[in-house]
Each structure stands twice: as C-alpha cells, then as structure tokens.
T-cell receptor, first 114, second 113 residues
Framework: KAGVTQTPRYLIKTRGQQVTLSCSPISGHRSVSWYQQTPGQGLQFLFE???????NKGNFPGRFSGRQFSNSRSEMNVSTLELGDSALYLCASSSGLGSYNEQFFGPGTRLTVL | DQQVKQNSPSLSVQEGRISILNCDYTNSMFDYFLWYKKYPAEGPTFLISISSIKDKNEDGRFTVFLNKSAKHLSLHIVPSQPGDSAVYFCASTHQGGSEKLVFGKGMKLTVNP
C-alpha cells in the first residue's frame, strides 16, 4: 500500500505570495490532518478534514486554509506569506477521526519564505 | 502556553543502555498519550501510546509510563540501539473532546555505538 505523499517536497516563496500544498492520503483513509513543524514550536496542529469537512482547527490565523476533495486528497493554502511561515508542513492520514495510533505521516513539504 | 513539554532538547546514551525520555503535560483533560519517532527527511511515525486508565504500556523494547498525579509520562527504551537515534515527540489529546493532538517540541536522542 502506498504511503502518504506530499507535493511539492520543497518550495521557496517570497513574502506576500501565496502557496498551495497537496497531500494524498493512504488509500482508504478518509481523515487528513495538517501540522506545522518549526524548530521553536515543534509540531503544531493546523486542521483536520474528514469526508470533505473540516472537523477540527488549530490556533492559526485565517491566512491558513485547507480543503479536502471527494477522493480524500487534501490541499492547504497559505496566503500573504510571512517570514515566520517558513516551516516543514506535515500531512497525516488515518482511517477515522481521532485514530491517532493509526495515523501515518507524509515526508512533509519544506517551505522557505524569503 | 505549552500544554505538552519536553524540557530536555537532547539525550545521548551508549548502545545497550537504557534511554529515558520525559514529557510533562498541563491539561488535566488529556487522557490519551502517544510517542512518535522522526528521522530526518521523513514524517513522524507512531511508536507507542497509553490511555489514562493505565499506568504502563509495553511494546518490545519500548515502555511508556504514565503518572497522572504528576502529569508526567516517560518513554523507556531498553536496550538502546544506534537505529533508535531520532527525534522523539510526545503528544497528548482529550478523546471525546476537541481530539486535537498537542505535541511537545521534541527531543533528539543519539545512541552511540
């Protein structure tokens, strides 16, 4: 079974731009969660989608948004990029909501904002 | 406010010895705790978990201990192997509540041959 895939793996943007990251979950998984990893803050929860609906949201500004498609693939979007948005963005999939012990992470997208 | 704290950023141990990784939490509603391991250029992988109804869970070389009164959990790795060298994250959640996973900042474990 293929794992969680994230594209692109690396991305360089400049302040003020917007970016879209993509996540393809493991086949059959319907829950997709997004996390931001920075050296100072560790992993921070962004949002979770299940059956195309956002079920949970972390404490991030409205510039961070996401969506999930009918095939469970998910995208997250960050608008008006700031230097502090430079981070590793991780996507994780699981079969159901809150199934954290069955949650599989992708390799992440490394975003650098200049 | 950091609800899950891993106060030691790094730990170095000799191969064959015990590694003890510590984690403290502040939210008394947390009732499910997990440890993840992360290698460079890879996403975290689930290692072991424990529910608040238990105080110990064991899986091979990995044991997690939970002290609810102290709001403290620890991961023991015995014996430590060089392949265990990675960053370890502690995470907690309130099942049936918000169910968001709250992670610590991580701790880098180095096991020396």
């Amino acid at each position: 079974k293929a794992g969680v895939t994230q594209t692109p793996r690396y991305l360089i943007k400049t302040r003020g731009q917007q970016v879209t990251l993509s996540c393809s979950p493991i086949s059959g998984h319907r829950s997709v969660s997004w996390y931001q990893q920075t050296p100072g803050q560790g992993l921070q929860f962004l949002f979770e989608y299940f059956s195309e609906t956002q079920r949970n949201k972390g404490n991030f500004p409205g510039r961070f948004s996401g969506r999930q498609f009918s095939n469970s693939r998910s995208e997250m979007n960050v608008s008006t990029l700031e230097l502090g948005d430079s981070a590793l963005y991780l996507c994780a999939s699981s079969s159901g909501l809150g199934s954290y012990n069955e949650q599989f992470f992708g390799p992440g997208t490394r975003l650098t904002v200049l | 406010d950091q609800q899950v704290k891993q106060n030691s950023p790094s730990l170095s141990v000799q191969e064959g010895r015990i590694s003890i990784l510590n984690c403290d939490y502040t939210n008394s509603m947390f009732d499910y705790f997990l440890w993840y391991k992360k290698y460079p250029a890879e996403g975290p992988t689930f290692l072991i978990s424990i529910s608040s109804i238990k105080d110990k869970n064991e899986d091979g070389r990995f044991t997690v201990f939970l002290n609810k009164s102290a709001k403290h959990l620890s991961l023991h790795i015995v014996p430590s192997q060089p392949g265990d060298s990675a960053v370890y994250f502690c995470a907690s959640t309130h099942q049936g509540g918000s169910e968001k996973l709250v992670f610590g900042k991580g701790m880098k474990l180095t096991v020396n041959p």
